[in-house]
């Protein structure tokens, strides 16, 4: 492997020198609350030895935690006490969340006090032995108690890399999801590798995250990225476009960590012509498509670059980058990370290695992939092969070896026999000045074998009919690319960590269709 940027045991170790070479510089920060390197290590360590005292060594802790000060400290100190980390979405519903659970096989179930009934009452149910309820009080969050402690050190011995770090559940986009086990050392070598081609400065970044922290890019960008960097993680509780103007100014942010969907809210936002960002020097976008229109309003409005780059839970989770110090490509996620092999192969043996600038499926190999999938043997066997990872994503590389992503395997439609990637009429929808926030799926077609249908949600202030929108379409792409029907609709629906949700489209899309076929008696 090329060499990298120093790779840490695991982020314990990572946090532990942090803490030793710049204890008193600002750590974390929430909702008027500041933590030193010095206290978050005090913070981490404390709660390591509480978690210790309850049998977890080896086993499973789940939190269902909002961004806060509180969930980084239960993160670090989950690893510390050499426990498996598994974060849920807290805005998951009992039913989701029972599903789950019993996945998990839980020792420890740490969660917000606002969930306190649906919480226990699982718990009782599951028999999860212990749970730790954590308030939403002033001054601080119940995993603040160790700040002021002098001589708490980490408990020894730290984790091992070979050992398992995290437990994390796919997003669920398309099909159900699934546990991905994930060791120390793929964690901490990823941060590493990702550091080479897109570094942080050290000791002087503020970066803002707003992604939810129970989701791998946050964990990786936001999380780990600021400890590996001592730099200081301000977070947003609850996203709202005010509240991210507000932190942008007063927290003299420098990095923002960004998503397509985030970029789309704030540049739609009536207010963001008076935000400020003359801190800023750099934003980065991940976990979904970033439409190019997208981009370049987001740059040519903030004066400043957006990094975008490809990963996947399963990868642990960063795949490729564009790299800071030379050529960024637009509408590219970049570069493989260095030890990382990426290789386009044909869709259906999944085994011949495609040329340059041809479709197919990316397959990625390297030190920072998962172990496996919890208690799913043979989903495991089909997803890693051969040492590859088969991602479930179509893409091409360039000349160069820069990696672009044409659309999920699954999401891909044939319209008369030929290939068509939803993606595609996203990007030339996001180019209509009408358009807010585009979406485009595959449905089925008596006539055509699958027809695409878009929604889109119009931008403020820029009225859009359906018929306007698909000249738009008829004149950038070929005919049996044009959606065969395009619905306007006041908001697109998004999954918990903030992605578009095509499965709500395509159940929207069916539930039209039968209104339709049952008023016309078919
Ligand atoms: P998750 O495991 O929730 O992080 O989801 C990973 C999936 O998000 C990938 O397999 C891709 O389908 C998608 N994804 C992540 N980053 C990008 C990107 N930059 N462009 C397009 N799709 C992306």
Redesign the pocket.
Known sequence: MDKLPHVYPTVVHMLAAAAKQAPQREALVCQGERLTYAEYLRCVAGFAHELLGLGTSGRRVGIVLGNSIDICIAMFGVHAARAQAAPFNPLYTEHELRILFRDADLHVLIYAQDKRGMIEALADELAIAHRICIGNGAGGGRLNVWRDAAGLDLPQPLPAPADLATLQY??GTTGRSKGVDLRHHAVAVNLSQREALLPARQDCERLLCVMPLF???AVAMCLHNMAYARGTLVMLPRYTPEAVFEALAQERITIFAGSPTLFSSLLNHQDFGHAVFTGLHLSY??????PEDLLRRWEAATGVPVM???????AG?VVSFNPLDSVRKLGS?GLPLPGTEVEIVDLESGRRPLDTGKKGEIRVRGPQLMAGYRNLPEETDQTLRDGWLY???IGELDGDGYLY?RD?KKEMAKVSGFNVFPREIEEVLYLHPGVGEAAAVAVPDAYRGEVITAFVAPRPGHPVTAEQLTEHCKSHLAKYKVPAQIFLVAALPKTG?GKIDKNRLRETRRAITDAVDESSGT
């Open positions: 796919t997003g989701h791998v890019y976008s991940g976990s979904a498509a970033l975008e780059g490809y990963g996947q839970t399963e989770p996620v991602t479930g994503d992503i999920r960590v």
